[in-house]
């Protein structure tokens, strides 16, 4: 084995510390033996040499003696700005081939480059963090955007690469920043923030602050990542068979959670929230994937939130939510061979206004609507023309009626037609209009249920 598959199969990229990449990759690599006592030593007396030029530029030649802690920061600064060099490189292997290659001043010099190039990056994150900010009251939250602005201002990756100056960032993100400092650190973690930014925007303002508001009427002042409660909502919301814009859930849909993961492992509930979250179509891949990471993050909460009986603070329900159900009397149904005779009656029918005007006329309980729609006596645009007519507590009611699973091994071909039918028409609906829809949908008490 040559050196280099040798170092290739020894230096694990994932096994270094990515905060002092460069005394780890060191450590790592002379353990190893894939660095000779010459090459430490030759680097040690660099490392020396580079940490006295820096201590003259930093005093501007007029002392080489610094307090312990300045010399300190120092070096870490020397050891950040190569460290971040070499984790530009394809591999830990390519990262040692360069300290074996290349003086450890010129390693800092390109290190340097880098942080100048990150710097600009971190800019066009700022503003785009700023340009997707959710209007909310959360202090944490507002404080954190506002507080990483004197960053850009007082950073300094000449003498104190590996520090964050002047950003006060208190607000928690859903999946937090591990193994990172300085810039790194801060580009880590406006990239986050601003997935989370993104992903909030497809929520009204208003939605998300009663969803926060049920969790905690003080929220604005908790400390407690915003992305996260309105994630698991609008997963739960799509388990329901809900909008997710709607971020409301019902006691009654709390009860169905439960039913739908106690007894499940964590394995097992991982699948379930991801494959939710491709029911959110969310087009954008980079968003999608932080997405389906953070609702596999949340699975382990919802486990625990379910070992302890605690499923009521991971799902809340707003008070308006238990408040305002609707209690759903059904009309009365046509015996069956009238209803027989009145499928016929409407199959015969050639003129499609003739058949909708019947069906609007003879029918007067959902039980004869759901039968009608799968009896064959309507087809293609005519579900269209009759779904156009109806109320929006019809539609409602037809709604609770799609099946709760896929491949319901209840529904007739009939009952597949029109139910693929009503959800592709409900989906082109005007925004407003859907959502009415199904907020009213989410509050019907159905007879079955009661």
Not at 43 to 58: N, S
Not at 91 to 108: G, I, M, N, V, Y
Not at 116 to 128: A, H, S, T, W
């Amino acid at each position: 084995m040559n050196h280099q598959l040798e170092a290739q199969s020894v230096l694990k990229g994932e096994h270094l510390n990515r905060a002092q990449y460069l005394q780890s990759l060191l450590s790592a690599a002379y353990r190893a033996h894939l660095l000779s006592d010459a090459e430490m030593e030759r680097m040690q007396l660099e490392l020396v040499a580079l940490l006295a030029e820096q201590t003259q530029r930093f005093t501007h030649g007029e002392s080489s003696s610094l307090p312990v802690e300045t010399a300190q920061s120092l070096l870490q600064s020397v050891y950040y700005g190569v460290g971040e060099y070499l984790k530009t490189l394809p591999d830990a292997a390519s990262a040692l081939r360069q300290l074996q290659k290349e003086p450890l001043h010129t390693l800092f010099q390109r290190g340097k480059a880098c942080l100048l190039k990150r710097v600009e990056e971190l800019k066009d994150l700022y503003r785009q963090v700023l340009e997707t900010r959710l209007p909310t009251e959360s202090r944490a939250y507002n404080d954190t955007i506002d507080g990483i602005q004197p960053f850009f201002s007082t950073y300094d990756l000449e003498f104190t690469g590996h520090e964050t100056p002047g950003a006060m960032i208190d607000y928690p993100l859903c999946m937090e920043v591990q193994g990172e400092t300085g810039c790194s650190f801060l580009r880590r973690y406006l990239y986050h923030l601003l997935q989370e930014n993104r992903f909030l925007q497809r929520f009204a303002p208003e939605r998300i602050d009663t969803l926060l508001r049920a969790y905690d009427q003080s929220y604005p002042e908790l400390l407690f990542n915003l992305f996260e409660h309105v994630l698991i909502h609008a997963l739960a919301c799509v388990l329901c068979r809900k909008d997710p814009a709607l971020l409301c859930l019902t006691s009654g849909d709390r009860e169905s959670l439960r039913a739908q993961f106690t007894g499940k492992t964590l394995e097992e509930i991982r699948p379930v929230l991801t494959g939710a979250v491709e029911q959110l179509q969310i087009p954008d891949g980079t968003l999608a994937r932080y997405v389906r990471e953070s609702a596999s993050q949340l699975a382990a909460k919802l486990r625990l939130a379910l070992d302890h009986n605690a499923l009521e603070s991971f799902f809340v329900v707003p008070m308006e939510a238990t408040e305002k159900v609707i209690q759903f009397m059904d009309g009365e149904r046509m015996p069956d061979e009238v209803f027989r005779a009145f499928i016929d009656e409407v199959s015969a029918c050639r003129d499609l206004s003739d058949k909708i005007r019947r069906v609007r006329e003879r029918v007067h309980s959902m039980q004869d609507l759901t039968d009608t729609l799968a009896g064959g006596c309507l087809f293609g645009p005519e579900y269209v023309a009759l779904f156009a007519v109806l109320e929006e507590i019809e539609l409602a009611l037809l709604w609770n009626q799609l099946p709760q699973v896929e491949n319901d091994l209840h529904r007739t071909r009939g009952d597949e037609e029109w139910q693929q039918a009503f959800s592709v028409w409900l989906q082109q609906q005007p925004e407003a209009r859907r959502a009415r829809i199904l907020a009213l949908a989410a509050h019907i008490s159905l007879p079955e249920d009661e």
